[in-house]
């Protein structure tokens, strides 16, 4: 299974366009990479800015961008992408270091002309997997603890739906993906955890549909 790539950002000091700004110009005046900057996908946002280093990487293509955070004016998104990742596929430990390959360099120069301490925010590996609260994360091990990860039985049917039935009383938002992605880090195969997600997000569904008189949603593709 594929590692969850981190959603990497800044706090910035400055507005975001202008920590941009700043940026491009720390890294133009460095040296070490060649510069862009691309139009906003909206007309109220700051364009993109991307870094490409001219240091060799075993990653084809390596590039990385900044962007302001659609939803926070006090942050800035950070991203890396390559044409070609070595080794593949990409893991979360190789896509944190290419982030820091690719911003360390610009990061101290912007602090050093600036006075700050501005640095990447970057998520552990378990804050990336999908996030139970305490009680509903007790009634999913207690679940998957006990079931035969190969074919349900009875006892196995009576402790999923109890995990539905406190999902759903208590609103606790899980998607069909992020069920079917812990089932398989709980050992189940991929047919099996599928099957036993869209369980989920089906008996979900008619309880709401029951209790609240709402229209069933179509069902969320993996």
């Known amino acids: 299974m594929r590692d969850r790539l981190p959603v990497i950002s800044i706090k910035v000091d400055v507005a975001p366009v202008e920590f941009l700004h700043r940026m491009e110009q ?13 139009p906003p996908v909206k007309r109220d946002e700051g364009s993109d800015l991307k870094l490409k280093p001219l240091i060799v990487t075993p990653h084809k293509g390596l590039t ?14 950070v991203g890396v992408e390559a044409a ?3 080794p593949e596929p990409l893991t979360y430990n190789i896509y944190v270091q290419a982030a820091h390959h690719v911003f360390q360099s610009v990061l101290q120069a912007y ?8 640095r990447l925010n970057i998520p552990s590996r378990e804050e990336t997997e999908p996030y139970l609260p305490e009680i509903a994360r ?20 009576s402790r999923l739906y109890g995990f539905i039935w406190h999902c ?4 606790v938002e899980l998607s069909l993906r992020d069920l079917d ?3 398989r880090l709980s050992g189940f195969d991929d047919a099996h955890a ?18 609240r008189g709402k229209k069933p949603d179509d069902t969320e593709e993996v």
């Open 26 to 38: 720390a890294a133009r005046k460095g040296g070490e990479y060649v510069v862009e900057r691309h």
């Open 64 to 77: 990385g961008w900044l962007r302001p955070a659609p939803d926070d004016g006090k942050r800035v998104l």
């Open 84 to 86: 070609t990742w070595s």
């Open 111 to 118: 602090n050093r002309v600036y006075g700050t301490s501005r």
């Open 138 to 157: 007790e009634r999913f091990y207690e679940f998957v603890g006990l079931a035969d990860k190969k074919g349900l039985d009875n006892e196995d049917w």
């Open 168 to 171: 759903t009383t208590y609103n």
């Open 181 to 183: 992605r812990l089932l």
């Open 194 to 211: 599928r099957q036993v997600a869209t369980i989920f997000t089906e008996g979900r569904t008619m309880l709401l549909h029951k209790w």
